[in-house]
């Protein structure tokens, strides 16, 4: 006896339904091979790069292509003072850089480090805690925090991605930005390890601040890639104030020791991302990436203002000694290196001329 209509209709539904789960699987397939393929890419990318500055912007570019995301930033783990830093930004305000820095369990970045486990918020919105600093605006949208994670487990740093549509994170874009985020931390500690060697050669004996040699190749790569991207950069180059007077009054061995301070002090109060170098002999240059010229000048007044708080040459019974700063910023007061260099040397000695103890920017 031959097969009825509705065994017919029986078979073609079972077959239907046949189709649709293959049709899901190869399409899982074809996404899984996609994401291997994406990954295999992102290796080989960053396996080219030792530099640290280099891996940070191969490492936003592959975010930001890869991963379709348009705000999104690289923290890492300072293990001397157990907090978080920017260390590589793109999409968040120069505000935003600069009061993001966290310890374990503040902010999302901060909970991600003190759990070792990643945190997505559909909805920021209907947080009451701040995910950056405390102060910060609102943000809105979804958030994606991920670990950055050395081979022994130990977190030290985290991805973050920020989306302004609300529920544009699911469990598939975690999984793989969290096979993203183990390339880098791969790849971050191979340039660390490598960036520690070099620059032993890199340091200044006294200070143990960067040398000039090094400032002045590092200094024309960020501007560089500051133009290439179109990208906020300011400089602050400082000199000390009367300095070869406090050397002939209290001897060379005090003038090291009051460098030494200087340079500690100008230290503690900048950014992980910012580069200090010694200069010259009592002059400091600070390269401020991401940052324009009205927050450059509010930098250069804080240290100038540290430094006069140290009062060196106070116990002595004479005159502290001070600090005074020229400010510059690409593109407004230059577009090439030295041409920066200069504008902000003038601006400086403008402040000498002026009374010292000051800061002064580049066409002020």
């Not at 791969?186 to 390890?193: G, I, K, P, S, Y």
């Not at 620059?199 to 090094?214: E, Q, V």
């Not at 100038?304 to 002595?316: I, N, P, T």
Request: aromatic residues 8%; glycine residues 6%; charged residues 30%.
């Amino acid at each position: 006896m031959g097969e009825t209509k509705k065994d017919l209709e029986k078979k073609v539904t079972t077959l239907d339904k046949e189709r649709k789960k293959l049709t899901k699987a190869n399409q899982k397939l074809n996404q899984r091979v996609l994401e291997l393929y994406t990954l295999y890419n992102i290796s080989k990318s960053l396996s080219l790069s030792l530099q640290l500055d280099e891996l940070f912007e191969t490492t936003m570019k592959v975010i930001g292509e890869t991963l379709n995301v348009s705000e999104y930033n690289l923290m890492l783990l300072d293990e001397a003072t157990n907090q978080l830093y920017m260390q590589a930004v793109h999409g968040f305000d120069d505000d935003c850089i600069r009061k993001a820095v966290l310890s374990p369990g503040e902010g999302i970045p901060g909970q991600v480090l003190k759990d070792g486990k990643a945190v997505m918020v559909d909805d920021l919105g209907r947080r009451k805690d701040w995910v950056y600093a405390k102060g910060e605006k609102p943000l809105k949208g979804s958030h994606l925090g991920i670990p950055l994670k050395r081979p022994d487990g130990a977190v030290i740093g985290v991805m973050n991605a920020h989306k302004p549509k609300r529920k544009s994170f699911n469990k598939e874009d975690v999984r793989l930005f969290e096979a993203v985020a183990e390339h880098v931390a791969v790849a971050l500690e191979n340039a660390r390890t490598y960036q520690k060697t070099r620059d032993l050669s890199h340091r200044d004996d006294l200070t143990g601040l960067f040398n000039r040699r090094y400032f002045f190749e590092r200094f024309e790569r960020e501007v560089e890639r500051a133009k290439r991207y179109n990208r906020l950069f300011s400089m602050i180059l400082m000199d000390l104030d009367y300095f070869k007077r406090y050397n002939d009054a209290y001897g060379h061995l005090s003038g090291d020791r009051a460098l030494q301070a200087v340079a500690n002090e100008l230290r503690k109060n900048i950014r992980k991302v910012d580069i200090l170098a010694r200069y010259g002999g009592e002059e400091f240059v600070i390269i401020l990436p991401e940052t324009n010229k009205e927050d450059a000048v509010l930098v250069a007044d804080k240290l100038r203002s540290s430094v006069e708080e140290l009062g060196l040459g106070a116990a002595e019974g004479g005159d502290i000694l001070t600090l005074t700063a020229g400010i510059a910023s690409l593109p407004l007061d230059a577009t090439e290196a030295f041409d920066l260099i200069e504008a902000a040397d003038k601006a400086m000695y403008m402040g000498k001329a002026q009374g010292r103890n000051c800061v002064r920017a580049a066409a002020d």
